[in-house]
């Protein structure tokens, strides 16, 4: 950035040429260095225009102008651009007037005539102000644009809490939204995948996030193992997912891949069910014979999340409550429990592996698979 762009810009509106040679002899002797004046005008209506098109950071501004007087001038400023810094300009008879402007928000007032200190104490509270703000809009453009450049990832990490239910989803979800400045409450879940086992490709989940966010304010989302799923937040939900816009975004997405399906959750507004919601869009999940709501399969979940929370004897609690329960219902079968197994740790080292963003398997199969089929009694297979 420019030494220019750096500076402070200031506009003068003041109808006395006399006054406007004053105040710029004051600031080319007090803040050369910090202070542009970029435009200098002589009525209300040149001054709110100016102000605009030269987006000013302070406007030194007389009452007593034609066509808008500066009350005026500087009411219509403010409902435009509420952070421009104005200083009114008035004489002594006017000093009620003055203070009138002081509730429309104006940053104070110089009584004429008035002297170099009065000039610069009434300039430096109004520069402090602009500094501060500036240093704060500052902070907040490079976080937003820290958030740009991880927000796949963040979101990716949110997505996956979420389907797993872990125990700092809320709490992530939460913080990224305040992040990105999302206030809206209601909030459905769509997914697309195809009707068998198959990862959408980059290019199509790309074309579904961006339709998406052409109808719907906020979007968080992640393209998974096996379907792209996408966390829509928007108070006017109700009304946009049933539109012809969204409606046309779905014939879109089947146009280019007549086997996708589409499944919508609920609308909610209840955060602390998040997890619930998203469950409405699986009615199978795609590592199990199990329904969705069947007990192995819940657990199988709880079991990896209790994981990535890096609570392991919870984890071991959640597993034994497992193996228990197919004790019991497949009557002591060596062979239909053996199998679950295997299946539990297939599912067991994709999570880890998509959850980790690794392309190498955590856990090696084969090994496991073989150590599995040497076991011949229960007690060894719970033991193992």
Not at 198 to 207: C, S, V
């Amino acid at each position: 950035m420019s030494g220019e762009e750096k500076m402070i810009k200031v506009l003068i509106a003041e109808d006395e040429h006399l006054e406007r040679k004053a105040i710029k002899f004051f600031i080319n002797k007090l803040y050369q260095d910090e202070l542009e004046i970029v435009a200098e005008v002589s009525n209300g209506e040149e001054a709110v225009f100016q102000a605009l098109e030269n987006n000013v950071d302070l406007v030194l501004m007389d009452i007593k102008m034609p066509k808008l007087n500066g009350l005026e001038a500087a009411e219509k400023l403010k409902e435009k651009v509420p952070g421009t810094e104005i200083i009114i300009l008035t004489a002594h008879s006017e000093f009620d007037y003055a203070q009138k402007s002081i509730k429309i928000g104006v940053s104070d007032y110089l009584v004429k005539p008035y002297v170099e200190a009065d000039f610069k104490e009434v300039v430096d509270t109004a520069l402090a102000k602009i500094k501060t703000q500036k240093k704060k809009n500052e902070k907040e453009r490079a976080l937003l644009e820290k958030i740009k450049n991880i927000s796949p990832v963040l979101e990716k990490e949110i997505i996956l809490n979420i389907i797993y239910n872990t125990e700092s989803s809320l709490k992530s979800f939460l913080k990224h939204t305040r992040l990105l400045g999302i206030e809206a409450e209601k909030f459905i879940f769509i997914t697309f995948n195809y009707d068998e086992q198959q990862k959408i490709d980059t290019e199509l989940y790309n074309f579904i996030r961006d339709q998406l966010k052409g109808c719907f304010d906020n979007i968080i989302s992640y393209n998974g193992l096996i379907n792209s799923i996408f966390l829509v937040i928007d108070d006017q939900l109700p009304e946009k997912i049933n539109s012809a816009e969204y409606k046309k975004i779905e014939a879109a997405v089947k146009n280019r891949e007549k086997n996708i399906l589409v499944k919508k959750s609920s609308i909610s507004s209840d955060f602390k069910i998040i997890s619930d919601i998203y469950n409405q869009t699986k009615e199978k999940t795609a590592d199990a014979q199990f329904s969705i709501n069947t007990y192995p399969y819940q657990s199988e979940k709880k079991v990896f999340a209790k994981i990535i929370d890096k609570n392991y004897e919870q984890a071991k609690k959640e597993f034994n409550k497992i193996y228990n329960y197919l004790v019991q219902e497949e009557k002591n079968n060596l062979s239909r429990i053996k199998s679950f197994l295997r299946r539990f740790l297939i599912f067991l080292n994709r999570r880890l592996m998509e959850y980790y963003n690794q392309q190498q398997p955590f856990l090696e199969m084969q090994t496991l698979e073989n150590e599995i089929e040497l076991i011949n009694n229960l007690e060894g297979l719970k033991i193992y």
